[in-house]
């Protein structure tokens, strides 16, 4: 067993790149003074003993919103460096509004949300514990007005309000391995972790348990709801998505990450039927939808 550990280390050491500041990036953005371009590095942490806090945390399951955060830019940052914002500084400002508007309406309000459209035609959207949130350009072409764009945001705002892929990396095997590790003191904890949290297309792209997603998909049209925008918006991108093959290959992730479009729909509609009060009547709002050029 601990020769296996020992080359679990050695693998994750010399795998993987340094993640780039998604967050970072996203406040450039929003502040006109950024080139969206390559990745950029992440500074290293020498600080051995806050690593070993971290991943003690994680085997704990009390990670703070710092370390939340800390997790989510380094996920975030692999993620870009495999599919980067797309080179519209006004369409990142814009999804960033319309994505904060609707998560100060959650229950985690606080977090520094960043919101960002990456340049893949696949049809996805993706979270990011500590607040940080993706929507494919495919699916934003898929989108006919605001409501629908704060649906989708609202979904993935739901998977961080609830933690879910924070409880997934906190339950991954790796971090039991990379713990057992520390312990030990073998190999450098600032590689191993960056390693471990950095594998984003990993623990990010990962299916989430179906619950999840519909629980994600009843938190979204609540937050579209109180935003104020039509809540029946997330069943119109459901239905509109749907349409597209299962065969295409735009699809083939979002089948892998979530459960069909039609079982969501339906799964949707027995939580309505079920509320003791109706839901309110909100926007489309379709005169001020960015669209891409």
């Not at 500041?21 to 992440?42: A, H, K, M």
């Not at 959650?106 to 607040?131: C, Q, T």
């Not at 069909?260 to 509609?269: F, I, K, M, T, V």
Request: net charge negative; hydrophobic share 40%.
């Amino acid at each position: 067993m601990k020769m296996r550990l020992i080359l679990l280390a050695c693998l994750l050491s010399g795998s993987l790149a340094q993640a780039a500041d998604f967050g970072g990036l996203l406040r450039g953005v929003l502040n006109g003074g950024v080139q969206i371009g390559p990745q950029q590095e992440t500074p290293q942490d020498n600080n051995g003993d806050a690593v070993g806090n971290l991943v003690g945390a994680l085997l704990s399951g009390n990670t703070s919103p710092e370390q939340e955060r800390l997790i989510g830019q380094q996920i975030s940052g692999n993620l870009l460096g495999a599919a980067p914002l797309v080179g519209d500084a006004a369409l990142q400002r814009y999804v960033n509004r319309v994505g904060r508007w609707v998560a100060s309406t959650s229950e985690r309000p606080d977090l520094a949300w960043r919101f960002g459209v990456v340049e893949s035609e696949d049809i996805n959207a993706f979270a990011a514990p500590g607040g940080y949130v993706f929507v494919t350009k495919g699916l934003y072409k898929k989108l006919q007005n605001e409501a629908e764009l704060a649906a989708v945001l609202g979904h993935e705002i739901g998977h961080v309000v609830r933690q879910h892929h924070l409880k997934l990396l906190q339950q991954s095997q790796m971090v039991a391995a990379v713990g057992g590790l520390l312990g030990q003191r073998l190999g450098n904890k600032n590689q191993l972790i960056q390693n471990l949290i950095g594998n984003g297309a990993e623990i990010v792209a990962r299916s989430l348990d179906k619950d999840a997603e519909y629980e994600a998909d009843r938190i979204g049209m609540v937050l579209s709801a109180r935003a104020g925008y039509d809540p029946y918006a997330l069943p119109a991108v459901l239905q509109e998505i749907g349409h597209v093959p299962a065969q295409d290959s735009r699809m083939a992730l979002l089948y892998k990450t979530h459960p069909h479009p039609e079982d969501r729909l339906a799964r949707l509609g027995e939580a309505v039927e079920s509320a003791e009060a109706g839901l309110p009547e909100g926007n489309l709002v379709s005169n001020r939808f960015y669209r891409l050029k």
